[in-house]
Every structure is written in structure tokens, then in C-alpha cells.
């Protein structure tokens, strides 16, 4: 079993940055892939961002590009996500997720495994 435990999230005022963290516990090995999703109240979980180690790849959604960076560190099971420019429309809770197949999934179906979640908050 794997466990997802995110932090680092709060409260900041648009165009501040809060950095998010992953960290994977349990049975994480093999060829896994990590990713950030995030929802906001009254609106459906939507993909933010997702690394693959053995793959080497990484993918962002289009409205985050270049405004989010995600990384981490394989060996030690974390990923981060660096928010920058933050704006209200960024108010959400974000989950890490997790699963040991395959490459970056956009979609919540590709994960098997998810945090709880950490809230962010950003004022106008």
C-alpha cells in the first residue's frame, strides 16, 4: 500500500508563490508516476501537472504552463509543486496521486493512489 501526504499549502495574495510537497510512503518502487491535481468548489478535479522518472517525461495542463513547475526526487519519494503568479482562480485543493504503471495520465482514472489534500487559498 502507498500513502500520499501533501503540504505546504495556505493562504497567499494573488501574485504571491507557495511551493506544495508529496511525499510517497509505503510500497512506492518501480516505475512510478506522480502527478498534481487540484478542484475547486463546485467545479470537477482537473490534471495540473505530472512527472515520470522512468520515463523521463513531464506534462503540465496549458493553463498552468509556465506558471506551476513540478520536480522531485526520486530516491527519496517527494515531488513538489512550485506555484508562482498565483491568482484567485488558483483557489483550490490540490492532491498528489500516484500509480506504478504506465506514463502521465491526465485524467483521475490513471491514479491509483491519492492524498488527502492540502487547501489553497489565494486573496484578491
Known amino acids: 500500500q502507498v500513502q500520499l501526504v501533501e503540504s505546504g499549502g495556505g493562504l497567499v495574495q494573488t501574485g504571491g508563490s507557495l511551493r506544495l510537497s508529496c511525499e510517497a510512503s509505503?510500497?512506492?518502487?518501480?516505475?512510478?508516476?506522480m502527478a498534481w491535481f487540484r478542484q475547486a468548489p463546485g467545479k470537477e478535479r482537473e490534471f495540473v501537472a505530472g512527472?515520470?522518472?522512468?520515463?523521463?517525461?513531464?506534462e503540465y495542463a496549458d493553463f498552468v504552463k509556465g506558471q506551476f513547475t513540478i520536480s522531485g526526487d526520486n530516491e527519496k519519494n517527494l515531488m513538489y509543486l512550485q506555484m508562482n503568479s498565483l491568482k484567485p482562480e488558483d483557489t483550490a485543493v490540490y492532491s498528489c496521486?500516484?500509480?506504478?504503471?504506465?506514463?502521465?495520465?491526465?485524467?483521475?482514472?490513471?491514479?491509483?493512489?491519492w492524498g488527502q489534500g492540502t487547501q489553497v487559498t489565494v486573496s484578491s
Open positions: 509505503g510500497r512506492a518502487w518501480g516505475n512510478y508516476v
Open positions: 496521486a500516484l500509480t506504478r504503471w504506465g506514463d502521465v495520465a491526465t485524467t483521475s482514472k490513471g491514479y491509483d493512489y
Open positions: 512527472i515520470s522518472w522512468s520515463r523521463d517525461t513531464i
